[in-house]
């Protein structure tokens, strides 16, 4: 059974630093995108950065310059380094994954269960 799961998170002062981590356990054969989201109630999901197989990335308007993605494939893991934060981005942070496993023949998506993430002085 694959699971998604998030570290990292905490309360930090505006302006400071955080790291998120997701590692992906499980029987998995292959990874293709993995990605961070974030929400907060009662509004929808939305994407922070994504992060290709390949290592090409995207982000969202609102973090560019600010948070940066990678991988270790070889640690199953996608980390988030988040730089100048703002008290705007508190939220839950979700980790979110393509990957196929062992016993399947397509690539299914998969999500984290959350860590928070709260920016206040």
């Known amino acids: 059974q694959v699971q998604l799961v998030e570290s990292g998170g905490g309360l930090v002062q505006p302006g400071g630093s955080l790291r998120l981590s997701c590692v992906a356990s499980g029987s998995i054969l292959s990874i293709n995108a993995m990605g961070w989201y974030r929400q907060v109630p009662g509004k929808e999901r939305e994407l922070v950065a994504e992060i290709t197989g390949g290592g090409s990335t995207k982000y969202a308007d609102s973090v560019k310059g600010r948070f940066t993605i990678s991988r270790d494939n070889a640690k199953n893991t996608v980390y988030l380094q988040m730089n100048s934060l703002k008290p705007e981005d508190t939220d839950v942070y979700y980790c979110?994954?393509?990957?196929?496993?062992?016993?399947?023949?397509?690539?299914?998506?998969?999500w984290g269960k959350g860590t928070l993430v709260t920016v206040s002085s």
């Open positions: 979110n994954a393509d990957l196929l496993q062992l016993s399947s023949r397509v690539f299914m998506n998969y």
